[in-house]
């Protein structure tokens, strides 16, 4: 790992940065330090103690971090989530968390650890992987429009990623990735990397996009868009949320017009209504009908109501039909979180008059806000393993990647679990915030440095050619220096 130079130097080679650490200080990267001569990991090695279901239910009592890392405490209401599995190991599972590089990757990984586990004889072998292939997808829980796609997202003015296609209820962000690391300037990879170290660590990162909004992620937490935290994630769309309320609706009211960029949904012409005989309202919106009741487009994206830019619900309305509409119509007009509404009544000119809203309706926005959940910022870190990094693991490298493809070889990321891509190489996700905390590191290269688990039984490991005279009983590797989380724990 190290070699000494004339003036007492050590070279650290975990990485192509090949520092010269003088004694007392530590390399370009914090990671590496010359101890009196000895080239130290400063980080140690971290274990998870005990196995079963390592993150809780998020209503639950937790005071803990363990594979949860440092993941913040929600605002607002608390949600019940699935059990997610941690490592399911019963006993000591040890994370590549500190354990330091294989570069430049012909030597074995740092530790190759045997373990039973019930009648299983399982190898974990563990290490911290350079990655200048990787990234982070961000899914931001708004409906607010935050800039076109395709539009670049930037960092201290470094363009670092751009803004992927939208989903359900979200806005996505694809971050990082070599050509910002390794492609740009200097600058804009060593912007890139800091941008991509602290979103994986669960901190907060400014970003804007161009011609959209300033934005603040941090995983875990709410979105902060144009300084303004978001709150809640919208129930559905428009359509949707007919469909979900209309049963509520029918008995107060004669129109709901639900805004939505996506799908703007008007009841007594979408199917909900015409199924719960409602009579048509003739009130017509703005947009493209895309079928009954269904409207595109009824507005520019923004971040006023139901993620358009409307901020007065009236400029959606188009036309009212004389031949249909009556003086006295009921009409609702809510937004797909239940945050905006308002309520009209028809005059005798069949002119909307603002109205208070009556209580059985202002229930029914306070429920759909209730149906929808926290706006969260969710960070999944993406890198390849499927290069150099194999050789750690086995003489074969082709072998490890047939392993993790036919589900012999279990991967995780700082122990949470990670998803692999079908088809070639290994191309692994995980989400940050299941990570003990700063799981992560970086090198000046730049590039960033992920823990990464491979879990199998000794018979396959072996199989695959395997580093099989490097295995230690996890015992071993059990020393008062590493860094033990308990369940628990911080
Ligand atoms: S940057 Fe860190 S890992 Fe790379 S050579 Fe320097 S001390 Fe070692």
Redesign the pocket.
Known sequence: MSAKTDDEKIR?D??P???F?SDGRA???D??ANHGGVLVRLDPLTVIEGGGPMVPFLGREWDGDIVQGDRPIVDGPIVEGPIVNGPMRNGPFVTAIGAGTTYPDYKPAPFIVSQMVGDADMITVVTEGIFSYCGVKVKIDTDRHIGEERAIVRVDGEAIGHVMTGEYGSKMLSLGGVDHLTGGTKKEGRVTCDALLALCNCEAVEMTIDDGVTLIVQAGRAPVIDGVPEKLMRVGCGSAAIGMFAQQWVAHVDEVVVVDDHITGVLTEHEAGKQLAMRPAGIRVTGRRSTPGRYFQVANPGTGWGGTDVTDPLTIIKSVDPKIAWPGLRLLMISTTGEQSAYFVLDGDLSPQPGEIPAPLRAIAERIADNCEPSLCSVLFMGGAGGSLRAGVTENPVGLTRSVKDALTRVTVGGAEAYVWPGGGITVMADVTRMPSNAFGY??TPALVAPIEFTLRREDYAALGGHMDRIRPVEDVLTPAIRRLPRGAK
């Open positions: 650290c975990a990485c940065v090949m520092c650490i390399g370009a990267c990671r590496y090198v000046p």
